[in-house]
């Protein structure tokens, strides 16, 4: 394993204090990977491991049940992701253009983050703004009606 | 006789003289900028001194999000919308300061050029029954607010006045059902949760809305959150529970916070708690997040997620009222089946069984939206023609372009055409034209949307979300995705639709749970409904409407071409050639098919779709 910085030492501590309350508790699992996705902004295998530990579950279920849900990422992720959702309305109403479009703006794949580390994009299922569709959302910012010009601008936004 | 609605719209005039401004806080709204409005009218009411006086309220969703951001002046009621940051300044100088209404910001009628001030008069309200909805973007999410319309009104008369089995007998005379895509009558599932036997019991309400194009569930909770709550504590107190649990997505933070604000603020009025009301009734509620899964909303695989572990589902028997919830009693409720539950008990099952049809009565939300010109939320009783929620309230669709669909059901539904546009819409007239009312998703389809690629767009969600556990739909969904990328690729053979159908068939009977059951239907409904597209994308190696690239190229229409080189200029292919005086052409064999001459050109002479392509080669 290799040596962990002073920065994820105090991350781990801190997973360590969130996942107190958890422990000897049923059911709480989910909850306690979202927390520590909260903190680490993902979940790399050592925060698995570190969570079935304290918790004294098998990783092969905290495995389990990272894989299953879509909102657990197992990959880093940009300090701004930018999630194009993929809705029936935000579909019919040209959401796939705008997937492309930024991924030609930044240069990126879903899944891929860019080399400075502050941007990463993604599809996310159905966010219920399709009265406001093709919807974009960053973080819980929702941004509707978008189109090209509404992505440099939000783009430009986020870079400064 | 005064009719249900009659009846509220009674409760809710309230002596008021003082201005008061109500900004709408829904997520389209939101996501359309009502941040940058709300500044402004704050900044305003500061500038001109009255920031203490006349309060400014958000509150949930008002209703038509293609006409937000939009604000509701009371006393009077008057709505203005499609808000920019001046128009909201404005508002305040004229209207709130000097007390003229500003009338060139109010809604003009398309077609009769009227004026229309109120909300009520805007043909998108007028056509409405708004029962479920009726807190929703009109008064604030807060306890105290939600106490001045008789909230709470409908608990108190049930600890007071009715035993647990008449609450039961009235949700079962109101004929009450489901509102979350299964249908099944609310009174007999209570009536089954009380009949088992077992000393705890738990309520779930369902909020995992996970159908795309839904979004009347999470509108509910955030814009009148207390209604659910009512809901949940009236089944406790009529089932023998006494722990509730909300579990509702992730991807809806707001509507997680306020349930959350409004849990706190019942809490602290004593609606939740020991000793309710001081009638010996105790309950709790407590939030569970998903985490984004499809399947969640299936009540085993939800009480799995709430378990902590994967959601897979389970078969029943044993249904959940037997063996649910840490293998105890457990009922599961929908957000809007809990929202009708206190107007049923407050104002009698049978005032409320008056509205919609014979078996389906009371009224249901339905998310409007694709290719509409108003979206949002839209209540109507059941047995509302699908033509007066499309035409009368949506007002048709945008560009003068045809209606060709309309998706209801979501991945478990189907399509409808244009020969069910007066068809009553409940829940056995859906079923016998081969869709289903599902949680209330309603997706307009133009002559610009390709049906092939709606039932591959609905098989790829689907195969993405099937869980896996059981084998027909972890390996149907894939097999019917993978028939359906090559006929969209322009690859399809004939047999490749018996195939889909013997698929479909596998799915239907085979799979363990509702979501491989209902997976094929929108496939199967195209199918039935659309098979021309198939075949055309088949024999003739052509999508006729425009969308799967493979099948489509752009060209350049020569009446339109105004030979401005514009598009010969920007391509970035070098694919676009021509001269002054003559129209360009686009080279095939160069094009990258990127649009950027389709979107650019000014006399849209550009185009893609309907031409005839020869067959792809592998």
Redesign the interface.
Known sequence: MAVKSARETELYHQLTRALEKYKGK??????A??EAQQIFGYLPRQVMIHVANELTIPLA?VY??VS?????STVPVGLHRLEVC????C???GAE?LLQGLQDKLGLKPGEVSADGRFSIAT??????????P?IKVG??????MN?EGLDRLIKELKQ | MTTLLEELEQERIRPETEHRLLLCGGIPCTSLGCKKVKEALEEELQAQGAAGEVPLEVVGCIGDCSMGPAVIVYPEGIIYQKLKPEDARTIVREHIVNGRVVESLLHRDPQSKEILRRREQLPFYRGQTRLVLRNCGVISPHIDEYLKYRGYAALARALAELTPEQVIEEVKISGLRGRGGGGFPTGRKWEMMRASPGDEKFIICNADEGDPGAFMDRNILEGDPHSVIEGMIIAGYATGARQGYIYVRAEYPIAVRRSQEAIAQAREKKFLGENILEKGFSFNIEIRIGAGAFVCGEETALISSIHGTRGDPNPRPPFPAQKGLWGKPTLINNVETLANIPLIVLHGGSRFAELGLEGASGTKVFALAGKINHTGLVEVPLGTPLRTIIFDIGGGIPGNKKFKAAQTGGPSGGCLGPEHLDLPVDYQSLQEAGSMIGSGGLIIMDEDTCMVDIARFYMDFIQDESCGKCTPCRIGTKRMLEILEKITAGKGEEKDLETLQQLALLLKNGSLCGLGRSAPNPVLSTLHRFREEYLAHIRDHTCPAGVCRSLTRLRIIEDKCRSCGICARICPAAAISGARGKPYVIDPEKCSDCLRCLEECPFDAISRGGERVAAPMD
Do not use: N
Request: glycine share 14%.
């Open positions: 049923s059911g709480v699992l989910i909850a990977l979202q279920e389990s049940v299953f849900y879509s909102l657990f993929m809705g029936t309305a579909y019919v109403r253009k996310t299922r159905c966010t219920g703004a399709c009265g406001a569709a919807v819980d910012e929702l941004y509707g009606g090209e």
